[in-house]
């Protein structure tokens, strides 16, 4: 079994945790701003996604494949890398499957929305299914920034920031309806609040699941999946979310910006 001090597994539970709140963060921005600057969502979503592509394919996907490589040879090593990748892609592609179309927590209600005065129990149903919906995706993220901060303090930090940025919108979605339908803004801040506990119960998950069983192989195949989860989330869901926000080559600059500060960050 590798060994993992305690303060590591603290440290990425905090990680995961501050990832997490960053719903919250948006529920609260739904409240103090009266507009959503989309062009600012669009541009820093597109960074978000361009951090995690980058260290999902240039770090852990890497790391993985080098590591199973001088494991088990170069190409049985090479195709359990590559096996772990899209194994984490279809995971991904599972847990979508597993919300309607219809209740897709990334279709964004704006700040200025919760001027509108609707009370109704549709848009409180609305509100509740988008706050499983956020947590289900955050799930599977928590466990993402759990893993990589066991190995690399460094790439966990970089992970936990790209998803708290993407979390922070998603927390106004939440937000909004649950707000048209009860007026109250402390419900609505507290379902954030409780679709963002799904990240750190993820890490929390993932280390329950796999403590007993951790070796170097183990890791290193769940670093190529985290890194297939990663890809998926950034083309699926970060990507057309930055698309629809604002401009096409806003999003594309955030993209090449997010991806530029890891290679720097990685090479110092």
Request: with cysteine.
């Amino acid at each position: 079994m590798t060994d993992i001090s305690t303060s590591q597994i603290i440290f990425a539970l905090l990680l995961s945790l501050g990832a997490g709140m960053a719903t919250a963060v948006g529920s609260c921005a739904a409240f103090f701003f009266k507009r959503s600057d989309r062009k600012f969502l669009s541009f820093i979503l597109g960074l978000s996604a361009g951090v995690m592509i980058y260290i999902s394919l240039v770090e852990l996907l890497a790391e993985s494949r080098n590591s199973l490589i001088g494991i088990y040879g170069h190409r049985p090593g090479a195709f359990l890398a590559i096996a772990a990748f899209f194994t984490g892609i279809a995971l991904a592609m599972l847990i979508d499957k597993l919300i309607p179309s219809h209740e897709n927590p990334h279709e964004f209600r704006g700040v200025e929305e919760m001027d509108c005065p609707k009370h109704n129990d549709r848009l409180l149903r609305s509100g509740f299914l988008f706050a499983l919906a956020v947590g289900i995706h955050n799930f599977p993220e928590g466990m993402a920034v759990f893993i990589s901060s066991l190995a690399s303090p460094e790439t966990g930090i970089s992970i936990a920031v790209a998803v708290a940025i993407h979390n922070i919108p998603e927390g106004i979605t939440v937000s909004v309806p649950v707000y048209h339908a009860t007026g109250s803004r402390k419900k609505a801040f507290l379902w954030s609040l409780l679709s963002g506990i799904a990240e750190p119960l993820g890490a929390l998950t993932a280390w329950l699941i796999f403590a007993p069983f951790l070796s170097q192989t183990l890791l290193m195949l769940i670093f190529a999946s985290v890194s297939g989860i990663m890809v998926y989330i950034s083309f699926d869901e970060l990507l057309p979310l930055a698309e629809e926000y604002g401009e096409h080559h806003l999003a594309i600059a955030g993209i090449i910006t997010g991806m530029l500060i890891m290679a720097v960050s990685l090479a110092i």
